[in-house]
């Protein structure tokens, strides 16, 4: 049978159309995939274009299977709904998988960071091959283990790795393992309203042409007040009361929450979608491209590199100029 572009495009949206069915719920919460959906935040309202514009880059593609993309966190409750909407798994991985028999052990953090940062790649992106990379059971950041796992990664041929984590501290084997890579790394700007140009935060303040480092903007287009900021922070995206998919009993359960860990999220489901469309691109062009197609917005200005927000949309545009 031959397909013609009008019947393809007619298909993708029929899958558009079901994606969105399924997380009807969530996705008429999520500020940050289209602001001009009216959605008042906690009794915010929303100011209309400080979104990641997700939904109109969805018209375009929701991923493609053959881009694998890494989160490195702590453990991925990967029973939850949100995973088993046509998930593409790697059985070649180990990956931490916890069920309803042993959610009773389950305190702080344990899978509760991953499996929020993983969900909102997940969401934005549904179709690209999610690999989750367990670093431990910890809140804390376990940078050899982050080593190891990025290690992994390289030998997986991941494309982007998701790093919603980070230290003050300078690392030479995290530094040396990342700059010896052809992968991109999407990495967190931290929590600690910590001007980072004199105290820098690592992996995301490497200088490197494959690493970008990004901060977290509220639903009024202003800086998260606890984000980090500096000159060697890339770009922002939102990260203030954001939805996502937490460990629960019913396997089905979201909340909402804050960080950079989640803004950084955000860009990395963004970096799927452009990859998706032209596989081609290089780390560095696909910062580039994150970079220039970003939304300017006033109260960024002198706070961050590029004063804007990532824009998924207008990245698929800027992106096309490369193929």
């Given at each position: 049978?031959?397909?013609?572009?009008?019947t393809?495009?007619?298909?993708?949206?029929?899958v558009?159309?079901?994606?969105?069915?399924?997380?009807?719920?969530?996705?008429?919460?999520q500020?940050?995939?289209?602001?001009?959906?009216?959605i008042?935040?906690?009794?915010?309202?929303?100011?209309?274009?400080?979104?990641?514009?997700?939904?109109?880059?969805?018209?375009?593609?929701?991923?493609?299977?053959?881009?694998?993309?890494?989160?490195?966190?702590?453990?991925?409750?990967?029973?939850?709904?949100?995973?088993?909407?046509?998930?593409?798994?790697?059985?070649?991985?180990?990956?931490?998988v916890?069920?309803?028999?042993?959610?009773?052990s389950?305190?702080?953090?344990?899978?509760?960071?991953?499996?929020?940062?993983c969900?909102?790649?997940?969401?934005?992106?549904?179709?690209?091959?999610?690999?989750?990379?367990?670093?431990?059971?910890?809140?804390?950041c376990?940078?050899?283990a982050?080593?190891?796992?990025?290690?992994?990664?390289k030998?997986?041929?991941?494309?982007?790795?998701n790093?919603?984590?980070?230290?003050?501290?300078?690392?030479?084997?995290?530094?040396?393992?990342?700059?010896?890579?052809?992968i991109?790394y999407v990495?967190?700007?931290?929590?600690?309203r910590?001007?980072?140009?004199?105290?820098?935060?690592?992996?995301?303040?490497?200088?490197?042409?494959?690493?970008?480092?990004?901060?977290?903007?509220?639903?009024?287009?202003?800086?998260?007040?606890?984000?980090?900021?500096?000159?060697?922070?890339?770009?922002?995206?939102?990260?203030?009361?954001?939805?996502?998919?937490i460990?629960?009993?019913?396997?089905?359960?979201?909340?909402?929450?804050?960080?950079?860990?989640?803004?950084?999220?955000?860009?990395?489901?963004?970096?799927?979608?452009?990859?998706?469309?032209?596989?081609?691109?290089?780390?560095?062009?696909?910062?580039?491209?994150?970079?220039?197609?970003?939304?300017?917005?006033?109260?960024?200005?002198?706070?961050?590199?590029?004063?804007?927000?990532?824009?998924?949309?207008?990245?698929l545009?800027?992106?096309?100029?490369?193929?």
């Amino acid at each position: 049978m031959i397909f013609n572009r009008v019947t393809l495009n007619f298909f993708h949206s029929v899958v558009i159309l079901l994606y969105q069915t399924i997380l009807k719920d969530e996705l008429t919460k999520q500020w940050s995939f289209m602001s001009n959906l009216n959605i008042n935040i906690f009794g915010i309202p929303g100011v209309h274009g400080v979104d990641a514009n997700i939904i109109p880059a969805w018209h375009h593609t929701l991923g493609n299977p053959d881009i694998s993309v890494a989160v490195i966190d702590a453990a991925i409750y990967t029973s939850h709904l949100l995973f088993n909407i046509d998930m593409p798994t790697s059985s070649s991985l180990e990956i931490n998988v916890i069920n309803k028999e042993n959610m009773k052990s389950l305190s702080g953090y344990t899978y509760y960071h991953g499996t929020f940062v993983c969900g909102i790649v997940k969401m934005i992106a549904p179709k690209v091959s999610l690999i989750p990379l367990s670093l431990s059971e910890s809140t804390y950041c376990d940078i050899p283990a982050a080593v190891k796992a990025i290690e992994v990664a390289k030998r997986s041929k991941v494309r982007i790795v998701n790093c919603s984590w980070g230290a003050h501290e300078l690392h030479k084997e995290l530094y040396d393992s990342i700059h010896n890579s052809d992968i991109l790394y999407v990495c967190a700007a931290g929590n600690n309203r910590v001007f980072t140009d004199k105290k820098p935060y690592y992996p995301g303040c490497f200088d490197f042409p494959n690493v970008i480092s990004v901060a977290a903007t509220n639903n009024r287009g202003s800086l998260w007040l606890p984000s980090n900021y500096g000159s060697q922070i890339s770009l922002a995206a939102p990260g203030a009361s954001i939805l996502g998919p937490i460990p629960s009993i019913d396997n089905k359960s979201f909340t909402y929450d804050s960080g950079t860990s989640l803004a950084t999220a955000h860009v990395t489901g963004v970096a799927a979608l452009i990859l998706s469309v032209y596989p081609k691109l290089n780390p560095h062009e696909l910062k580039k491209i994150l970079i220039s197609s970003c939304t300017k917005l006033p109260d960024l200005k002198g706070k961050i590199q590029s004063a804007g927000i990532v824009n998924a949309y207008a990245a698929l545009i800027e992106a096309s100029k490369y193929a």
